[in-house]
Structure formats: C-alpha cells, structure tokens
C-alpha cells in the first residue's frame, strides 16, 4: 500500500533537513568552528534548530505512516502533515532570533499540538477498530472449537 501523505512529507523533511544542515555548515566555516558551537550563538541556534528538527520528526512520521495506514488517509491528515513542516520552518527561523519570539514559539506550539493530536487520534484508532478475527469461535459457556476451513 503506498501511503501518498507521509511519502510527501518524509520527502519534505528530507529537503527541511538538508537545508538545515546547510545552515549549519555554512556557519562553521566562517567561524573556525569544526565541532560544537565554538562558543558562538547564532551557530548553537542553528545546530539547535537542526537538532530539534531531527529530534521531531521521526516520532511524527511513524505517527502519520499509522494513521494513515489505518484510516486511508484524509484532507485533516493532509492539514496535520503540511502544518507540522511549516511550524518546523517557522520554529528554525524563529531560533535565528533571540529570546522567545513568535515564530520559535508558534512553531514549537504547533508543532506538539500536531503530535499531541497525531497521538491521541492513534490511541483511538487503536481501541475503535473491530477485532481482528482468527477463526476460533467461542460460544458463552462453551470451549473453544476451531472453525473448519472450507474445503475446496
């Protein structure tokens, strides 16, 4: 089965992750600075950023590949992914800036409100859909009989 929604945004966060480690590298040249942050700012915001990103992510995509698995997919999982990839941008611009500002707040917010969502929607899935039949029927006050398979 071929999961159109995640297959779309892991591809967008491969790019984002990319173009954060970009970031990163463009940085450290500059700056003399081969590992760590060398005691510069800007460059402990963007390896934070990349960080952040990369700490993120994984656990979202798992959480989109299952719902959407279970449910087929839908438009408000459509919203939920591509909101997610723009608080992940707005949140990595926002860390370029000091302090809390809009868009490193937002973006952070945004984002656990998307996973939070993500969750809770899997936990509900889990507990909702039909059980699973195995072929073994069992009458209220009868032993389980295995249930003959057809003969063909």
Same mark, same amino acid.
């Given at each position: 089965?071929?999961l159109?929604?995640t ?16 970031? =990163? ?22 390896i934070? &950023?990349?960080? /952040?990103?990369?700490? /993120? =992510? ?31 941008? &707005? ?8 302090? &809390? /500002? ?23 899935? &889990? ?26």
């Amino acid at each position: 089965m071929i999961l159109p929604i995640t297959l779309t945004i892991a591809g967008a966060a491969a790019i984002l992750h990319i173009w954060l480690s970009l970031r =990163v590298s463009r940085l450290r040249r500059p700056l003399k600075a081969d590992l760590g942050d060398g005691g510069h700012e800007m460059l402990l915001r963007r390896i934070r &950023a990349h960080g /952040n990103f990369a700490e /993120n =992510v994984p656990l979202f995509l798992i959480l989109l590949a299952l719902v959407e698995l279970a449910t087929g997919g839908s438009l408000w999982l459509w919203g939920a992914a591509i909101l997610f990839v723009l608080a992940r941008i &707005a949140h990595a611009f926002g860390l370029d800036r000091p302090g &809390a /500002n809009p868009l490193r707040v937002g973006g952070a917010a945004i984002s656990w409100l998307v996973l939070l969502g993500l969750g809770i929607h899997a936990i509900l899935i &889990a507990y909702q859909a039909p059980p699973i039949p195995t072929g073994i029927q069992i009458s209220p006050g009868a032993r389980a009989a295995a249930t003959p398979a057809p003969q063909s």
